[in-house]
């Protein structure tokens, strides 16, 4: 890898309005992924008779330009995550000037390996992503990266901050939650610092991850679910379930979740007992009341978990277990309201995941994001990948690139473990 170049994109403005300040405020959506690992993407884009000369000469600059003038209509992503002493919490802060971080690389590395479904090291995605600018007193909210790979394609890497973005955000608008549970998130998190400075409570400096960031010895690999699949998996499950049981929600996200949670227990194997965390996100904008548009700008999501003994997916019935239980996951949302326990999420999540022992395994991405459809002007991506998989103990969903209707499954995991989930995966549909 050689870093070409690092500057500065600044919006494009065709008015004196560039002279002007904004602040933006964080809602309690915002502020409950302060602490959270950036989200770490990358597209990778197959242009086989690519060269040096015609990505500087026409790539590079039509990608600036671009990116130039969206940021007019996303000003907050040109600024900075800071937090004035004069104010309670933090704000993203735009000023004349700022802009977007990006990166210009060229690689040597074997695009077609890196960009394909088999199996590899994960550590060998990370020079590919950008860093945020960090610092005690500011963070950037997006870091870009494209890296060239000469005569065959060239890949955008896309790192966001947790506490600025959430997977379909777009354009600004409005959120109003419970009063006071805004301070309540961000006071349990500076509690979380286990210092009394100030300073450090207050630091926006990125942290890894509970576990220091990701294991050496990762590898990842992609699989699919197809739709003759998930019409097996449920022929599986329905006979198993009881008269009151033929209510179970058997949507293709319940059940690639299930599926893919119950393969990833049983690849661990080992004890019994220990525990096992297993989580998605749901998006809340159609869910709030009143509803918010889905062009809200920022976080309007939250997390929602379940504990169960590693017994209950090794089991023979397992997967029906793992159904059972993704399916009452949304049914919750549905009937309780996607704030129920939302006061109480993130302490009751600090006593969990406290344990040592304790098998994580939660959700990034969705297939309604609709990844294969991002067409910057070269065509669809040949393949997207979060490298932020070996951060956060999480499995990817995307839609099928074939558009058949399937889901692509993204994974990182130890190689002991890979071996065991790529056995596995096929023979238990």
Known sequence: MEILE?????????SPKSTTEFRFPLTFFDLFWFEIPPVERLFFY????????????????????????TLVHYLPLAGNLTWPPNEPKPIILYTPNDGVS???AHSDADFNILSSDGVYDAAELHPLKPDLITSDVSASPIALQVTLFPNKGFCIGITVHHAVLDGQTTTMSVVKGPDGLDMLYLNQWLASSGSDSDTIKKSLKITTSAGGGAASDLVRATLEITREDFKKLRERVLPKLSDSGKEVHLSTFVLSFAYVTTCMVKARGG?????????????????????????YFGNCNRPKFEVAKARDFLDENGLVFAVQKASGMVKALMEKGVLEGMDKFLSFASDVLSDPKLQIISVAGSPRFGVYGI???????????IVSLDKHGAFSMAESRDG???????LALNKHEMNNFSWLFPRYV
Do not use: M, Y
């Open 6 to 14: 690092v500057t500065q994109v600044t919006p494009t403005f065709n």
């Open 46 to 69: 197959q242009l086989d008779e690519l060269t040096p000369a015609c990505f500087n000469s026409v790539i590079l600059p039509k990608l600036k330009r671009s990116l130039s003038l």
């Open 102 to 104: 990006l990166t210009v």
């Open 271 to 295: 004890d019994g007992d220990r525990k096992v965390a297993f989580a998605f996100t749901a998006d809340c904008r159609p869910r709030l009341n009143p509803p918010v548009s889905q062009n």
């Open 375 to 385: 067409d910057f002007g070269w065509g669809k991506p040949h393949k997207v990948v």
């Open 404 to 410: 058949s209707g399937g889901v692509e499954i993204g």
